[in-house]
């Protein structure tokens, strides 16, 4: 008689601040059965009738075990706590059999922890994303002091760039200095440089997938810093008695105050500011809210002013259907607009471009092996050239 397989699913989070965890690996020892989480730390594994010990691993975190007998479908959620380790030696080895079936065959796909590149040299006291990027071999820069970057001689209008699924048409603040994302409200960075997913319905030179910070959910925290151009704040904890979260991290540049303090009538200044929620209903229901708001201004006395910024939103629903397939339907609005003023001339050009994305997303684990991945999207833009 065929032996029957059952599922063990569930999701792996941070034990201190309750963060899922992207691209852990879970697999049953003793066998070459294994998966790593999606974007929202959920994992689902199918495996014949059996004992097995389930093994939880992930870059910087203590391992975790558990005990599994499959003789029914069942889910386990872990909480994984960061290990400090001291290398005595470093053996590198091309012979790994045990875990070689947890890797995808993602080409040219590179996934940047964001403590790692708060660990980078920065430019007057800012962590920067995209400037971290350019270390990665294929990418470069638009040019020196200039924002944005270039993939394998590819424009930088080539690059699709999205925080929270939602799209950046401007990705610099500050004539390029800075970059609009904000070190101390991501979770981590996925840059595709070829092979790109057809889910993000495709782009000539590449995908820069960003993602916002949950919030912690298990304690208020507060992180900032104080720089020579701006300075930020990030406060983040539980809501709903631990079963939900928040984020609201805040930068501004403090470069026009300092210039009205000297007496010079021309300023430039930006702020961003990103926020986010979430609500657990029950084991299998959760929504999410983020949102990013930022704006530049630059002004050359009374005769001359200019001003840029982007406005995203995003309300997802995650669902768990069963142990084998997970769906996520979002809702995003996306807006980048663009203000010119000549007061000498009396012209005063405003430009913008906005859109609305419905898309429904489902993953089926469908056995150790394969994964299916489906869905639908549908997108309205609203060009608006400009008027005086």
Known sequence: MA??????????????????LFGASVFLEGTTIGVVTNEYGFYSITAPEGTYRLHISYMGYSDKYQAVTLDKSQQFDFEISEASTELEEVVVSADE????????PEMSVAKMNIATVKQMPVVLGEVD??????????????GEGTGGFHVRGGAGDQNLVLLDEAIIYNTSHMFGFFSVFNADAIKDVKLYKGGIPARYGGRVSSVLDVRQKDGNSKQFAATGGIGIISSRLALE?????????????????????????????????????NLKTNYKINTNNRLYLSGYFGRD??????????????STGNLRWNHIFNNKVFSNLSAVYSKYDYDLGITSAEFDWVSSI????????????????????????GIYYDFDSGKN
Not at 97 to 104: G, N, Y
Not at 240 to 264: H, N, P, Q
Request: charged share 25%.
């Open 3 to 20: 032996q029957e397989n059952y599922t063990v699913s569930g999701k792996i989070t941070d034990q201190v601040n309750g963060e899922t």
């Open 97 to 104: 059999p045990e875990r070689a079936v947890l890797r995808k």
């Open 129 to 142: 994303i995209l400037k971290s990027l350019q270390m990665l071999p294929g990418v470069t820069n638009n």
């Open 237 to 273: 904890g539980p809501l709903f008695k631990e079963k939900g979260s928040f984020l609201i991290a805040g930068r501004r540049s403090y470069a026009d105050l300092l210039l009205k303090a000297a007496g010079e009538d021309n300023s430039v200044s930006f702020y961003d500011l």
């Open 297 to 310: 201004s630059f002004e050359l006395g009374e005769n001359f002013e200019s001003s840029y910024g982007n």
């Open 354 to 377: 906005t859109n609305y994305n419905l898309k429904y997303d489902l993953k089926y684990y469908l056995s150790d092996k394969y994964k299916l991945e489906f869905g639908a999207s």
